[in-house]
């Protein structure tokens, strides 16, 4: 039993330093576009918005297909409501610093392109929220804050494709497209229950780190 566990102890050593001599890793910004709306109770009177994503980002990748990356990121979200019905209309901004943890599978080992696709979890952190161009039933009303309307935290899955373009020795251009679908209700009431659902379109700029291998 014990010779089987230095064995196992061993070889777990083993595999982890030839996976970290072997790890290449990489920094650099990321800034785009998203487009968000909200899902769940009453989401056919959400319609989609634009706003904001910049941040930056940390990855590395193993001499193999596979690699893993973070980012952290000011993320614009949220929706434009309008019920014709009922003469009502806003426009509800989610401010959120987000943080998604993937894994990436790259369909080439090396060269000049290395498109990738990737999956993983997502943390949004709300940073603040805001209603505008409010009316309701015909009678409109000043902007207001409404943080308080909302979680704190917002738990979703991200998946999605990058194009990786090599520039220079060491560095390269990012295309990255994904869907970030958000899991938790975000509005504090139990109903009406709100989901985010974001699409996100950026560029990226990434700069080798460390030893090159």
């Known amino acids: 039993m014990k010779r089987g566990l230095l064995f196992g102890m061993f070889f777990l050593l083993t595999s982890a330093s030839t996976l970290l001599a072997q790890q290449r890793w990489s920094a650099g910004p990321r800034l785009g576009v998203n487009v968000s709306s909200l899902y769940g109770s009453n989401d056919n009177y959400y319609n989609a918005k634009v ?7 940390v990855s590395y990748s193993s001499i193999n297909h596979f690699g893993i990356s973070a980012d952290v990121l000011y993320s614009q979200r949220g929706a434009k409501y309008d019920n014709p019905g009922d003469r009502s209309s806003h426009v509800q901004h989610l401010n959120y610093l987000e943080i998604p943890v993937v894994a990436r599978y790259y369909l080439n080992l090396s060269g000049n392109f290395r498109p990738n696709f990737f999956i993983g979890p997502s943390l949004g952190v709300l940073m603040g929220a805001k209603r505008t161009k409010s009316i309701n039933q015909g009678t409109a009303y000043p902007d207001s804050d409404t943080k308080d309307e909302f979680e704190t935290v917002d738990l979703g899955g991200t998946a999605g494709f990058q194009a990786n373009f ?3 020795s060491r560095q390269r251009f990012l295309i990255d497209a994904r869907y970030t679908l958000g899991l ?3 509005s504090k009431n139990a109903t ?3 989901g985010n659902s974001t699409f996100s379109f950026t560029l990226g700029y990434s700069f080798g780190v460390g030893r090159n291998y």
């Open 51 to 57: 706003g904001l994503v910049a941040g930056g980002f």
């Open 166 to 168: 090599k520039v220079k």
């Open 184 to 186: 938790t209700n975000v």
């Open 192 to 194: 009406p229950w709100f």
